[in-house]
Structure formats: structure tokens, C-alpha cells
């Protein structure tokens, strides 16, 4: 076996020893950059009808100051919406994300206070929430609004921080809200919202989303998007490799970025100016 070919081998196997030959690849292939990272970088959102229906309700909910609930399945794209939609905003709008939401309520305060740039002088709840209404309507004053946006909010550890949530909504003037809140998670996110201790913040979400898998054109699509992000514009996974791909993933992109991206590494072991259906079989054979 050829050295390029163990070290690619390799590199499927164990992750930490492919970083040359990213670097190889990446040369081989004529990319400037990895296409199929985990990192939830916006650029290569590909806008499918589903995740181009989920931006757009999102910007209308942050639009109208208003409560969204979008669930999704695991590794469909929800963080990388988060991300598009905070690069979307105008500069009139203050966003305010949360990323780690197994908070206590007087924590979930604490970091609402910290992301809009408040002193940590108040302790107690009741100062806090009174700290937080002043700002919010400081910058208000200052024509700007606010975007609260809790990713991963199914590991929001009780009920009683979604209730501070709730209180946090109550914040408002005569004809508007003085913020807009996002709630995204995985799919049992909705089904706990449904029971009776969540009815008080269910009733004041307006806008709800489903996000699901690709379909099989819209997954091969988003390897060629991703491709083309990474600065390849020329066919390299073949309509067999496609096929696979999609019979392997489910649609789901994160899966499909695991295995589209060791193929790569298993093809410029090979030599291969084409990613086709036997390298994905066997990237997917070495993986399990």
C-alpha cells in the first residue's frame, strides 16, 4: 500500500493523525479549505426548501419581536441556522445567544445580563430582572432591539429557568415586545413544551418549525454546495457516490459530512480524481 494511501487510511480510523493529510488533500482536489467540517460556519448553509423556510420564520419572528420554537432532528442543521441568522441581522438588532442552556434560572438571568453587556452587580433575582428591563428598554431608547436565542434548549435542566423565559417576554411596552425570543432543539424539545407545567410560555409561542433530513436530491445538492463553498466547482463525487452517500446518511447533514469528508481522505489515498460508490462503501464499511 502506498504512503498516501495508510496515512488516508489512517487518518479514517483516527482523526487526530489527518491533519497533513487534510493539508494533502485539500491540495489534491484543488480545495481551499475543508468542505465538510462540523463547525456550524453560515457560509456553507445550503439553503434547502426546509432550511430556507426555517431562516426566513426565524428573521420574521426576530422581525416581529416575537417567541419561535424550531425543533429539528440531530445533526439536521439547527446551530448552523442560529449562526445564519445572527449574520443576517441589521445592526439594529442586539442578539443574545446561549449555547450552554443547562442553566439554573438565576444563571439563565446572569448570562442574559452578561450577553448585553451589563455589570454583574446584581445578585438576586428580582435585581437581576429589573437590571435586565432597564437595559432592554435603554436600548430600545437607542432604536435598537434585542434577539434571545437558546440553542440546544431540550437540555434546559427544569421548568422553572422556561419560566424565567416566560418572564423575560413580559418585558414590553404598549404596542411592542422589548424583545424576541428563539427556541431551538432536538424534536423531544416540542413534545415536553406540549405538557400542562409549559402551557403559560406554549401559548405565547407564535411561530413553530420542523426541521428534517435531505431528501436525495437535496443531499446531493449540499455536498455539491459545500464542495463549491470550499472553491471546487468541478463534479467530484460521482451520481453513484450521491446515492450511497444518501442511502448511508438518511439525508442528515452532519452524517453526511462525516462520511463525505473521509472519503475524500480514502480517495487521495487512492489516487482517485473521483469520489465514487465503492469509496463511500468503503469509508462506511471502515467505520463501523
Same mark, same amino acid.
Not at 426555517?54 to 417567541?67: P, S
Not at 406554549?202 to 436530491?217: A, K, M, T, V
Not at 473521509?262 to 463511500?280: H, M, V, W
Given at each position: 500500500m502506498r504512503s498516501a494511501e495508510c496515512l488516508a487510511?489512517?487518518? *479514517?480510523?483516527?482523526?487526530?493523525? !489527518? !491533519?497533513? *493529510?487534510?493539508?494533502? =488533500?485539500?491540495?489534491?482536489?484543488?480545495?481551499?479549505?475543508?468542505?465538510?467540517?462540523? %463547525?456550524?460556519?453560515?457560509?456553507?448553509? =445550503?439553503? !434547502? @426548501?426546509?432550511?430556507?423556510?426555517?431562516?426566513? @420564520?426565524?428573521?420574521? #419572528? *426576530?422581525?416581529?419581536?416575537?417567541? &419561535?420554537?424550531?425543533?429539528?432532528? $440531530?445533526?439536521?442543521?439547527? %446551530?448552523?441556522?442560529? @449562526?445564519?441568522? $445572527?449574520? !443576517?441581522?441589521?445592526?439594529?438588532?442586539?442578539? *443574545?445567544? &446561549?449555547?450552554?442552556?443547562?442553566?439554573?434560572?438565576?444563571?439563565?438571568?446572569?448570562?442574559? #445580563?452578561?450577553?448585553?453587556?451589563?455589570?454583574?452587580?446584581?445578585?438576586?433575582?428580582?435585581?437581576?430582572?429589573?437590571? &435586565?428591563?432597564a437595559k432592554l428598554y435603554e436600548l430600545y431608547e437607542q432604536g435598537k432591539r434585542t434577539a434571545v436565542i437558546l440553542d440546544e434548549a431540550q437540555l434546559v435542566p427544569g421548568k422553572e429557568t422556561f419560566e424565567e423565559l416566560r418572564l423575560l417576554t413580559n418585558f414590553q411596552l404598549d404596542d411592542q415586545n422589548l424583545l424576541s425570543l428563539v427556541l431551538i432543539g432536538q424534536t423531544e424539545l416540542k413534545a415536553r413544551l406540549a405538557k400542562r407545567p409549559y402551557r403559560a410560555l406554549r401559548q405565547r409561542i407564535s411561530l413553530q418549525y420542523h426541521l428534517g433530513p435531505l431528501d436525495e436530491q437535496e443531499a446531493g445538492e449540499y455536498v455539491i454546495h459545500r464542495l463549491a463553498v470550499a472553491g471546487r466547482e468541478a463534479p467530484l463525487f460521482d451520481a453513484g457516490a450521491l446515492s450511497v452517500l444518501y442511502r448511508e446518511t438518511g439525508g442528515v447533514p452532519r452524517r453526511i459530512n462525516i462520511i463525505a469528508g473521509n472519503a475524500l481522505l480514502e480517495g487521495f489515498g487512492t489516487g482517485a480524481e473521483t469520489i465514487t460508490a465503492d469509496i463511500i462503501e468503503n469509508v462506511v464499511e471502515e467505520m463501523r
Amino acid at each position: 500500500m502506498r504512503s498516501a494511501e495508510c496515512l488516508a487510511r489512517n487518518a *479514517v480510523l483516527d482523526p487526530l493523525r !489527518s !491533519s497533513a *493529510v487534510n493539508i494533502m =488533500y485539500e491540495d489534491f482536489y484543488r480545495l481551499r479549505e475543508k468542505p465538510f467540517t462540523k %463547525t456550524p460556519d453560515p457560509r456553507f448553509l =445550503y439553503h !434547502s @426548501r426546509k432550511h430556507a423556510e426555517a431562516l426566513a @420564520r426565524l428573521q420574521l #419572528a *426576530v422581525e416581529d419581536q416575537d417567541i &419561535i420554537l424550531l425543533t429539528g432532528d $440531530i445533526g439536521c442543521g439547527k %446551530t448552523t441556522l442560529s @449562526r445564519a441568522l $445572527i449574520d !443576517s441581522l441589521d445592526e439594529r438588532i442586539h442578539p *443574545v445567544l &446561549i449555547i450552554n442552556p443547562r442553566l439554573s434560572p438565576i444563571q439563565l438571568l446572569q448570562t442574559v #445580563a452578561l450577553r448585553l453587556g451589563m455589570d454583574e452587580e446584581q445578585h438576586t433575582r428580582h435585581g437581576l430582572l429589573e437590571a &435586565i428591563n432597564a437595559k432592554l428598554y435603554e436600548l430600545y431608547e437607542q432604536g435598537k432591539r434585542t434577539a434571545v436565542i437558546l440553542d440546544e434548549a431540550q437540555l434546559v435542566p427544569g421548568k422553572e429557568t422556561f419560566e424565567e423565559l416566560r418572564l423575560l417576554t413580559n418585558f414590553q411596552l404598549d404596542d411592542q415586545n422589548l424583545l424576541s425570543l428563539v427556541l431551538i432543539g432536538q424534536t423531544e424539545l416540542k413534545a415536553r413544551l406540549a405538557k400542562r407545567p409549559y402551557r403559560a410560555l406554549r401559548q405565547r409561542i407564535s411561530l413553530q418549525y420542523h426541521l428534517g433530513p435531505l431528501d436525495e436530491q437535496e443531499a446531493g445538492e449540499y455536498v455539491i454546495h459545500r464542495l463549491a463553498v470550499a472553491g471546487r466547482e468541478a463534479p467530484l463525487f460521482d451520481a453513484g457516490a450521491l446515492s450511497v452517500l444518501y442511502r448511508e446518511t438518511g439525508g442528515v447533514p452532519r452524517r453526511i459530512n462525516i462520511i463525505a469528508g473521509n472519503a475524500l481522505l480514502e480517495g487521495f489515498g487512492t489516487g482517485a480524481e473521483t469520489i465514487t460508490a465503492d469509496i463511500i462503501e468503503n469509508v462506511v464499511e471502515e467505520m463501523r
